[in-house]
């Protein structure tokens, strides 16, 4: 069965500072996809990057950062020069692929709070 | 391009209620999900439709039923509501051919709190 542990339940920094949030994985596929997700206090999800079990080329996209590696079955999201606005509880999830429907198994998020 | 929307924003049920959540996507997308959201948990996937007429159990489908008449709507009824299903239910949609189902990422409504009292 598929498995994400998200350890970290909570972050709190302070705005400009970096921080870096875990993603560990477990699953026996050789063919699968990570996503991390987005919940600002809004509610709603928001979807932030894909990545295939084939593909372990970091990503940097503005501020946002990700770190796949295949070999710690982890696949971190770094924040560079946080801001406020990126408050929001993160979601890191895994998505088999067995033919059918993409059948998202997330983890259970970490909550980040950046203060002034 | 309203995306995948949801009705209603907030219910209250009784215990022994009935009650279907709404869900429509205008993206034509194939894939459509229900979700629960526990609170400080990930979301668990309820029920699934690969398309129209075709609809299947995800994690925690118990207490639930759907259906998928038309490509754009998937609505999520609830038999005989419980405390237990106090949650927060995300629908969702996905596009993508059938050989890479598992590739494309998955959009989301914005929600409905659902408490049970």
């Known amino acids: 069965a598929q498995k994400v542990t998200q350890a970290q339940t909570e972050i709190s920094v302070v705005e400009k500072e970096d921080v870096t949030l875990d993603c560990v994985y477990e699953?026996?596929?050789?063919?699968?996809?990570l996503f991390w997700y987005k919940q600002p206090p809004s509610g709603e999800l928001v979807f932030l990057i894909r990545?295939?079990?084939?593909?372990?080329q970091n990503e940097i996209s503005g501020r946002y950062s990700w770190n796949f590696q295949k070999s710690t079955s982890s696949f971190n999201f770094t924040i560079t020069a946080s801001q406020v606005v990126d408050s929001a509880v993160y979601f890191c999830?895994?998505?088999?692929?067995?033919?059918?429907?993409?059948?998202?198994?997330f983890g259970t998020g970490t909550r980040l709070q950046v203060t002034l | 391009n309203a995306g995948v929307t949801q009705t209603p924003k907030f219910r209250i049920l009784k215990i022994g209620q009935s009650m279907t959540l709404q869900c429509t996507q205008d993206?034509?997308?194939?894939?459509m999900y229900w979700y629960r959201q526990d609170p400080g948990m990930g979301l668990k996937l309820i029920y699934y439709?690969?398309?129209?007429?075709?609809?299947d159990k995800g994690e925690v489908p118990n207490g639930y039923n759907v259906s998928r008449s038309t490509t754009e709507d998937f609505p999520l009824r609830l038999e005989l509501a419980a405390p237990s299903q106090t949650s927060v239910y995300f629908c969702?949609?996905?596009?993508?051919?059938?050989?890479?189902?598992?590739?494309?990422?998955?959009?989301f409504g914005p929600g409905t709190r659902l408490t049970v009292t």
């Open positions: 969702a949609s996905s596009y993508s051919p059938p050989a890479a189902a598992g590739f494309y990422e998955q959009y």
């Open positions: 699953t026996r596929d050789t063919t699968y996809y």
């Open positions: 990545r295939n079990s084939f593909d372990e």
């Open positions: 999830a895994l998505s088999e692929d067995a033919g059918t429907a993409s059948k998202l198994t």
């Open positions: 993206m034509n997308h194939n894939y």
């Open positions: 439709s690969v398309g129209a007429g075709i609809t």
